[in-house]
C-alpha cells in the first residue's frame, strides 16, 4: 500500500526566504514521487516528479526536492520564496504511475 | 502545456437533481481519466478511473450508481452525480493522462465546486 504524510499542514515564510515543505512516504515497491502546487481557482499544477534517475530532482519555479530512501523522505525546498508561491502544496506518490495518492497538503503564505 | 477543462466550475442544485460534470482534454487525447473529490482543507481522493470506450474503475466506498462516469470519447469523461444530498457537496476534480508523451503525466482541470441545498 502506498501513502503519504505531509509533516505541516500549514508553512508561512517571509519573501525572499527559503521554503522547506516535508514529506514522508511509505511504499511497498520503488514508488514514483511528486509535488503538485494548487492555486486557488486553478487546475493541480506539476512541480517536479522523482522516478529514480537521481536523487535530486530540480522542478519549475525554482522548486526542487531530494529523495532519501533511508528517511523515506522526498522534501521540497526553494530557496527564495515569492508572493507568487502562496498557494496548496500536495505531496504524491505512485507504484504504478496510474493511481496517485496524495498527501494531506500544505498550505504556504508568503510574508511582504 | 496540456490543459484539462471542467465544466462547470461551480453549480448550484436541490436535493434529488442530478449534477453532469464534464471534463475535456483540449490539446490531447486520453484513454484514461481520473476523477477525485476534495473536501475543505482535505485532500484529495480518487474516486474513479474511468477508461475510454469501456466501464470506468470505482475505488472502495465509492457508489456506482451514485456517480455515473461515461468517456465516450478520447477528450471527454462525464460524472453524474445522481439524486445529489448535501453529502455530495464537495470540490470534485478530473485529472487525464497524456499518451502523446513518455511521462504518463496527468494533467488536472480546475475544479468543480458542487453545492447541494
Known amino acids: 500500500a502506498q501513502s503519504v504524510t505531509q509533516l505541516d499542514s500549514h508553512v508561512s515564510v517571509s519573501e525572499g526566504t527559503p521554503v522547506l515543505l516535508r514529506c514522508n512516504y511509505s511504499s511497498s515497491y520503488s514508488p514514483s514521487l511528486f509535488w503538485y502546487v494548487q492555486h486557488p481557482n486553478k487546475g493541480l499544477q506539476l512541480l517536479l516528479k522523482?522516478?529514480?534517475?537521481?536523487?535530486l530532482v530540480k522542478g519549475i519555479n525554482g522548486f526542487e526536492a531530494e529523495f532519501k530512501k533511508s528517511e523515506t523522505s522526498f522534501h521540497l525546498t526553494k530557496p527564495s520564496a515569492h508572493m507568487s508561491d502562496a498557494a496548496e502544496y500536495f505531496c504524491v506518490v505512485s507504484e504504478d504511475d496510474y493511481k496517485l495518492s496524495f498527501g494531506a497538503g500544505t498550505t504556504v503564505t508568503v510574508r511582504a | 502545456g496540456a490543459v484539462v477543462s471542467q465544466h462547470p466550475s461551480w453549480v448550484i442544485c436541490k436535493s434529488g437533481t442530478s449534477v453532469k460534470i464534464e471534463c475535456r482534454s483540449l490539446?490531447?487525447?486520453?484513454?484514461?481519466m481520473f476523477w477525485y473529490r476534495q473536501f475543505p482543507k482535505q485532500s484529495l481522493m480518487l474516486m474513479a478511473t474511468?477508461?475510454?470506450?469501456?466501464?470506468?474503475?470505482?475505488e472502495q466506498g465509492v457508489e456506482k450508481d451514485k456517480f455515473l462516469i461515461n468517456h465516450a470519447s478520447l477528450t471527454l469523461s462525464t460524472l453524474t452525480v445522481t439524486s445529489a444530498h448535501p453529502e455530495d457537496s464537495s470540490f470534485y476534480i478530473c485529472s487525464a493522462r497524456d499518451l502523446g508523451t513518455s511521462t504518463d503525466t496527468q494533467y488536472f482541470g480546475p475544479g468543480t465546486r458542487l453545492t447541494v441545498l
Open positions: 490539446d490531447f487525447q486520453a484513454t484514461t
Open positions: 522523482y522516478t529514480s534517475a537521481a536523487t
Open positions: 474511468s477508461n475510454e470506450g469501456s466501464k470506468a474503475t470505482y
